[in-house]
């Protein structure tokens, strides 16, 4: 929140056209960003922890915190107990709830996916059958999302770093296609002051048109009867309703009408044929956010997957070892690339491999192991998985304090004894490995993750 009062943090030109369009609601939008925006967390079903609470009325994984914690000194973060996300774009669940059945097989692309909030959201509520691949054309922001998709723990995604019009190459391919685009972000300036500070209609009319170029190159991977689900944090209608309707005198798709409770408060925007919802910090608990759902109406032809034989099966020696590691075996088949062995989803396999060899996949399925000199060094996104079978290996609960050393890749752990790769754990879940030598224990959390930040005192 900015120390600023709006009339003085709002640019000129936003502050008429919100006026105009509030009317007599334009007051409460004022003083709701004169108050701090509520911080909200999504917990990850995989893993336990269970806050007690209060929930955000439209998403049973997303929770009120009462005050912003430091989440980097929360060793739970790290474990991917839950990601920090702000309410309102939790409604996401809503429309995937309510718009699709879960429980097939989906094939799912997050086309502007860092740092990942909306993409470990989906690999949530999707089946385990189903594939996510999860984009960022911006390469630094790519592996950011790397990052927080491996702490997700789902083996069943690829992460790329590809140009939207790069998807082309997979016309008729996905069951869903989330947009969730680059936009002038209005409905975070209460977060973000510096967001108030970038706007300007320029760049309003930047973000339109970047919009609507990323929509129509997205829609021809989606399948006939797909369902395309377009989201932005802000309320200008130019990025939102009217790129929609400019959209859909284009192609041929019917609206998702959604059902809403009345004590969400959401807006129910309706421009016919275009329906959509917003939601504005004065009447949500939560942060400014516009979507809409369509389903395609036009015929699509497949593509048709083939196997390229560009990955090479981990040998029956490395797969016996890893088979061991893991809670469910018989669901994956082990791939190796140089030392890395990487563990997919056996039946998602050649469509991994496929994908992987159109686009520029930065991550795919769960990184087990490395292979050095006859020798499996376990890799830290297995720590994080899912499929992890916690209780092959020696296993250490570590104090909140002695969790914070961990992740700061200090050497504090003795073995008395112990050898071998063992979990450090905090609470309920594995933060990460270990080698206990005898007398002597390396801390193996990855060099580029630790935590650089000094405890509270
Ligand atoms: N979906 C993300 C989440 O929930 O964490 C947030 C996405 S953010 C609103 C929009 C993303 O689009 C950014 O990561 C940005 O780098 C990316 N982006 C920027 N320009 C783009 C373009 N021309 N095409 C596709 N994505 C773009």
């Not at 083996?155 to 008729?172: C, I, W």
């Not at 998602?348 to 192991?369: C, D, N, Q």
């Not at 296993?395 to 008395?416: G, I, P």
Request: net charge neutral.
């Amino acid at each position: 929140m900015s120390s600023l009062p709006t009339d003085v943090l709002f640019p000129g030109a936003f502050q008429s056209r919100m006026q105009h369009e509030l009317g007599e609601a334009w007051p409460s939008f004022k003083e709701a960003h004169e108050q701090p925006a509520p911080v909200s967390i999504r917990i990850n079903p995989q893993k336990k922890f269970s806050p007690a609470l209060p929930h955000v009325l439209w998403s049973k994984l997303g929770f009120y915190l009462e005050t912003r914690p430091v989440f980097t000194l929360d060793p739970a973060f790290h474990a991917g107990a839950y990601y920090v996300q702000e309410a309102s774009s939790l409604f996401l669940e809503q429309v995937l709830q309510q718009a699709v059945d879960l429980t097939k097989p989906l094939r799912v692309l997050d086309l502007c996916a860092a740092p990942g909030g909306k993409s470990t959201h989906l690999l949530s509520l999707l089946s385990n059958d189903s594939l996510l691949i999860s984009n960022e054309v911006i390469r630094a922001r790519a592996q950011i999302l790397w990052e927080n998709i491996q702490k997700w723990g789902h083996a069943n995604v690829v992460v790329t770093n590809s140009d939207p019009s790069a998807f082309q190459q997979l016309p008729g391919y996905f069951d869903i296609i989330l947009v969730d685009a680059p936009c002038s972000g209005e409905g975070l300036f209460r977060k973000d002051p510096d967001a108030c500070q970038q706007w300007s209609e320029d760049s309003v009319n930047l973000c339109a048109k970047r919009q609507q170029r990323i929509l129509h190159e997205a829609w021809p991977a989606l399948k006939e009867n797909g369902l395309l689900i377009y989201s932005t944090c802000t309320y200008n209608a130019h990025e939102n309703e009217a790129n929609l309707t400019h959209f859909i005198n284009d192609h041929r798709a019917e609206f998702v009408t959604l059902r809403l409770q009345p004590e969400w408060n959401i807006d129910e925007v309706v421009l016919n044929p275009v329906v959509g919802y917003r939601f504005f910090p004065h009447s949500v608990q939560g942060e400014g956010f516009f979507i809409s759902a369509m389903i395609k109406k036009e015929p699509a032809t497949r593509v048709k997957i083939k196997s390229n034989g560009k990955f090479n099966l981990a040998t029956t020696r490395v797969v016996e070892q890893v088979k061991s590691w893991c809670k469910n075996p018989d669901w994956y088949k082990w791939i190796q690339q140089q030392d890395l062995i990487i563990q997919v989803p056996e039946t998602l396999l050649p469509e991994i491999e496929f994908i992987s060899s159109l686009l520029y996949p930065v991550g795919k399925g769960t990184a087990v192991a490395s292979a050095k000199h006859d020798k499996l060094i376990p890799e830290h996104a297995f720590a994080l998985s899912n499929s992890i079978a916690t209780n092959h290996f020696a296993t250490t609960l570590l104090t909140k304090a002695e969790a914070l050393a961990y992740l700061r890749k200090d050497s504090l752990f003795v073995s008395e004894g112990l050898k071998g790769f063992g979990l450090m754990c905090f609470e309920t879940n594995n933060l990460g490995w270990v080698n206990h030598l005898g007398n002597r224990t390396n801390n193996l959390y990855p060099a580029a993750w630790r935590i650089r930040m000094a405890a509270e005192s």
